[in-house]
């Protein structure tokens, strides 16, 4: 079956490397030539280092099912497209009517949303009982959890293949329900918020926060390092549709701190500047 991915940003580029090194040609499509063509020379680099640390041993041959495609006609022959583009509703739903124009009826449309509706992307195409969403995490090579979130209107049948692929490219699938956030961005989001909370109501900053959290309370990452890395972009976005969602529910209320960021621009890590100074060498501050 060959896999299609839109969208070859941090998550899209994942997901197109799971996808290859599980055996399947992949099509990697980006409306920005700038972001596919990074796509391209990381995922090269990223393969061959595999190669070079062992763990691979058939780098070219995976490198080789690559296609890197400048337009949506690129999907025609998928069995599978997974969407990875910017979080903004309207402009998802557009891919996804877009994407019905030119796939065969058999094709599956996933999406990889981390707070939209499912249901709602789903509504946009007129058979919408192909599409579902498929939640990777960051890094999708290395993060085992997949969310498979059927929509209302998803043949039920879907569910199982889904959970079946899924597994035979060594993810662990859950099941989750339509829900704003799922079940990983929905538990997130009080674990960001109330560190912004604690580090705006000055009862520590940023550095001890993360320090605590991972020294003691047994997190990889901390709530600053983490969104940082994940980005604000990406970040404040999710949480702003999960509490707009959740009828503004104030356990998930968005923080000004990192609205604030965004605005900025210092997005975090991919722009050298975020709750941390990346670009000064200054990655973890002293406490
Ligand atoms: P990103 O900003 O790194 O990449 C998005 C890419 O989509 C960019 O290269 C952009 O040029 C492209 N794009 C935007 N509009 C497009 C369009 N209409 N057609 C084709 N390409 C288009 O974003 P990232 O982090 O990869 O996130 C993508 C999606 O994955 C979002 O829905 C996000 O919520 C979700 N997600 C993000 C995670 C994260 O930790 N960053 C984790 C899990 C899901």
Partial sequence: MVVGVVG???????????AAMAGHS???????????EKAKNNLTAT??????????????????????AAEMGAFKDCGLIIEAIVERLDVK????????????????????????????????????????????????PLMALVE???AVQTEPSLIPLA??????????????KDTPGFIVNRVARPFYGEAIRIYEEGIADIATIDWALTELGGFRMGPFT???YIGHDVNYVVTETVFSSFFFDPRYKPSFSQKRLLEAGWLGRKTGRGFYNYAEGAVMPEP
């Fill in 26 to 36: 992949v099509v990697l499509f980006d409306s920005n030539a700038a972001a596919l």
């Fill in 8 to 18: 070859s940003g941090a998550m899209g580029a994942g997901i197109a490397q799971v």
């Fill in 226 to 228: 983490l969104t940082d």
């Fill in 93 to 140: 739903k557009a891919v996804f009517s877009e994407l019905e124009k030119i796939v065969n009826a058999d094709c599956v449309l996933a999406t990889n949303t981390s707070s939209l509706s499912v249901t709602s992307i789903a509504a946009a195409c007129t058979k919408a009982d192909r599409v579902m969403g498929l939640h990777f995490f960051n890094p999708a």
């Fill in 148 to 150: 498979i979130i059927p």
């Fill in 47 to 68: 393969l061959n280092k595999l190669q070079e640390k062992g763990k691979i041993n058939n780098a070219t041959e995976i490198i080789g099912r690559f296609s890197f």
């Fill in 163 to 176: 959970k079946e692929l899924m597994l035979k490219w060594g993810k662990a699938p859950v099941i989750t």
